[in-house]
């Protein structure tokens, strides 16, 4: 069996990222476990469930939205609080026990509950319209905070004190407190009337009772539950860890002597500032990375201590045909975010100098940052460097100025916008997206590699200032070092289809190294070396 333990956590705690369905995304859902979860789900490539660490009473809808809904797993905190439910359930706010004459009244974001007047409690939604939260008030305030399980049970409660969170109950099925975590120390205290926690493995369960009644960390608790329970597995199983900052110390006592592959995926870990996470890495029987320049880091940190690393992308290439060869404008996709002050400064005069040559070209700035006035804010950046380089700065306006006469031919053309705000959170909008681009112009020093494998998958050219192993220079891209010889590189793609097609048919190529088979044989060599 193989363990993916997933670095699902919420701001640095304990809990899920599950939010109200009104408010925007502010974070992608996917990652390295989220992707090799599926890609094990989809190919059966070894029999797997997932060890989730952190409380997630929306957890069946992450799986859900992630396509893995029958993905076996076992959860910390079902265990710490004695859930048996297995199944997502409907769950009606107007089933709940309300007071008399209490009256709901539906604005476009939640359902207020009124009582003589007074706003009573808040009832607030999941993205699948499901109750995920109940705000209660008292004299205008909140004074408590049910949290709802998407099997139908309220899982938690938070009270106030002073309006702000005081303690926080984690509930068992039937209601009762099991711990009560006070915000203000972190301390944790296990009701003494329910002093134990359930374990089930296999179809078998077993009660537990906690060691103390008192702890000064919620992770204590999570780390004798969680120690508990590997007590009750094979020796002989895999554990695949999300490295990350949340549970490295706490995995580095429990995986004790237990065979370990580490998953390193972007910036989420860095071994150079991390000297725990260090030693883990030169004790693990494998590490797998998302990039060969990854791989090579990490062998330069641990200096030959650790040899069994391999790169695995988290992305599977898949032969996608983009419609930008359908479109009457050329959209070259540049991604800013993370991106060096100097450097967007360079690269917006240039490719504003680029427009200048080519009135078919549009530039789409690619950010998954979803702040509401990111978009104002980078085009107001924009909008300063092409005047600081004595280019129009409509061309970075959101809208069309007003007051234009309809007659104003010239005027209405030169004020069209050329450049836009590409702001993709998920993933379905970034592939969306990466379908209409002509081209791909990443001069980080650390491109998305999940953007040079979608423009693999779509066929479209890619422009890079740093080599990666998605990118082979003169056939599926370039790799130019300045960003004066941007130009001409857009030039020598967009000038005519020859050279176009010829990187096309070369992304590919290459994208058969990246297919999901490719990927399944690699995590069954994996697997293999530990025998």
Request: net charge neutral; glycine share 6%; charged share 25%.
């Amino acid at each position: 069996m193989l363990h993916f333990i997933p670095a699902w956590y919420q701001q640095d705690q304990w809990c899920e990222n599950e939010q109200k369905w009104y408010v925007r995304r502010m974070h992608t859902e996917f990652d390295d476990t989220v992707k090799q979860i599926q890609l094990f789900h989809r190919s059966k490539v070894h029999p797997y469930q997932i060890l989730l660490l952190g409380y997630s009473p929306n957890f069946r809808h992450f799986l859900h939205r992630q396509g893995v809904y029958h993905a076996p797993y076992w959860s910390c905190f079902d265990a710490i609080q004695q859930v048996q439910r297995k199944k997502a359930m409907l769950l009606s706010f107007h089933n709940m026990k309300w007071p008399e004459h209490i009256e709901f009244i539906y604005t476009p974001f939640v359902v207020a509950a009124m009582l003589k007047g007074e706003i009573y409690a808040r009832i607030e939604f999941g993205e699948y319209g499901n109750p995920i939260q109940i705000d209660m008030f008292q004299n205008g305030a909140v004074s408590r905070r049910n949290l709802y399980d998407d099997r139908g049970f309220v899982s938690g409660t938070v009270v106030f004190r002073n309006g702000m969170p005081y303690y926080q109950d984690y509930l068992m099925e039937n209601g009762r407190w099991k711990l009560r975590h006070f915000l203000e120390d972190g301390h944790v205290e296990v009701n003494p009337r329910y002093p134990d926690y359930l374990l089930s493995y296999s179809g078998q369960e077993e009660n537990r009772t906690f060691s103390q009644m008192r702890y000064e960390h919620l992770e204590q608790v999570i780390q004798e539950v969680l120690a508990s329970y590997l007590e009750l597995l094979q020796e002989k199983d895999l554990f695949c860890v999300a490295l990350d900052p949340r549970h490295v110390s706490m995995l580095s006592q429990v995986l004790k002597r237990r065979r370990i592959i580490l998953s390193f995926f972007e910036s989420r870990y860095s071994l150079e500032a991390h000297s725990q996470g260090a030693k883990l890495a030169a004790e693990a029987g494998y590490i797998v990375t998302d990039s060969q320049e990854r791989s090579r880091s990490i062998r330069r940190v641990l200096g030959g201590k650790n040899q069994r690393i391999t790169d695995i992308s988290p992305y599977d290439t898949r032969v996608d045909f983009g419609i930008s060869g359908q479109l009457d404008v050329q959209k070259i996709l540049v991604p800013v975010d993370g991106m060096e002050d100097e450097l967007f400064k360079q690269l917006m005069e240039h490719l504003g100098l680029y427009l200048c040559e080519n009135d078919n070209a549009r530039i789409h700035l690619f950010t998954r940052q979803a702040d509401y006035d990111r978009k104002d804010r980078l085009l107001e950046k924009v909008r300063q460097c092409l005047k600081a380089a004595s280019l129009s700065r409509s061309w970075a306006a959101e809208e069309e100025e007003e007051g234009a006469a309809e007659n104003d031919l010239e005027r209405l053309e030169k004020k069209k916008p050329r450049f836009f705000v590409e702001q993709c959170v998920d993933d379905l909008s970034v592939s969306k997206c990466m379908r209409e681009q002509r081209i791909l112009v990443d001069l980080r020093k650390h491109p998305a590699l999940y953007l040079q494998i979608l423009a693999i998958s779509v066929g479209i050219p890619q422009i890079v200032a740093t080599k990666t192993q998605f990118v082979e220079h003169g056939g599926n891209g370039l790799l130019i070092k300045e960003t004066g010889k941007l130009e001409s590189a857009l030039e020598y793609y967009l000038k005519g289809l020859s050279n176009w097609n010829d990187a096309m048919v070369r992304s590919y190529e290459l994208g058969r190294k990246y297919t999901s088979g490719v990927l399944v044989e690699k995590w069954k060599e994996v697997i293999r070396s530990f025998g």
